[in-house]
């Protein structure tokens, strides 16, 4: 049973554009909601994470936006470069929890 | 070491065969979990070590699957007997702090990973 909801599954956008990654979740303990970036060959890093504290959160081009009530959180990649292009996993999980419940990932290709 | 290593990198195994995937986590590492990833899919939690205590084994999808870390460092996961089923990328990853030690969540740090494909 998957517990987040990632969508879409692949995006194509040009240098300069905006990418967009929406996750959905159902368990309204999960407190802690981080984005992993994997480039091929590469295990996941962390990229950007938020607490529902906070309706978003932006480090550089990267921002996470939180919406609470309709348990949805999504990924804004600003001005898309080449370099980008890898595969994005929104997870989350709770205080004092380990396990991250991942989505299905997002493989985002942005042409030059 | 700079970060978690994995070997082997790439695993061939004809169905039925034991295979042993290794973890290096990043020294002083308290936390190391297992993960497995599904071709196109997200990381699925497997097991979880504090130091050499393996407190958690809920994800392991069989008792076939087994996994140890009994100096507290390094982690080796076992698959007896393995299946096509079986056939996936086996992520390790580390973190700093222990269950007790934090409130928030430690940032998990992952390996390469090992590609498993059970012939």
Same mark, same amino acid.
């Given at each position: ?22 996750? +959905? ?23 950007? +994470?938020?607490?529902?504290? $906070? ?35 929104? +997870? ?15 493989? $985002?290709?942005?042409?030059? | ?119």
């Amino acid at each position: 049973q998957q517990q987040v909801k990632q969508s879409p599954q692949s995006l194509i956008v040009q240098k300069g554009g905006i990418s967009i990654i929406n996750c +959905a979740y159902e368990n309204t303990a999960f407190d802690y909601f981080p984005w992993y970036q994997q480039f091929p060959g590469k295990g996941p890093a962390l990229l950007i +994470a938020i607490r529902p504290d $906070v309706s978003e959160k932006k480090e550089g081009r990267f921002t996470i936006s939180f919406n609470k009530s309709a348990k949805q959180f999504s990924l804004h990649i600003m001005d898309s470069q080449p370099g980008d292009s890898a595969t994005y996993f929104c +997870a989350a999980t709770y205080s004092n929890d380990y396990k991250l419940s991942f989505g299905a990932g997002t493989t $985002v290709t942005v042409r030059a | 070491g700079a970060g978690v290593s994995q070997s082997p990198r790439y695993k061939v195994a004809k169905r039925g065969q034991d295979v042993a995937l290794r973890c290096d986590p990043i020294s002083g590492h308290v936390s190391l979990f297992w993960y497995q990833q599904a071709l196109g899919q997200g990381p699925e939690f497997l097991t979880y070590f504090q130091n050499e205590a393996q407190l958690d084994k809920s994800g392991l999808p069989s008792d076939r699957f087994f996994a140890e870390r009994p100096e507290g460092s390094v982690s080796t996961l076992k698959i007896q007997r393995t299946q096509q089923e079986d056939s996936a990328v086996y992520l390790c990853a580390s973190s700093l702090a222990g269950l007790a030690e934090s409130v928030y969540q430690e940032t998990q740090y992952f390996g390469p990973g090992t590609r498993l494909l059970v012939l």
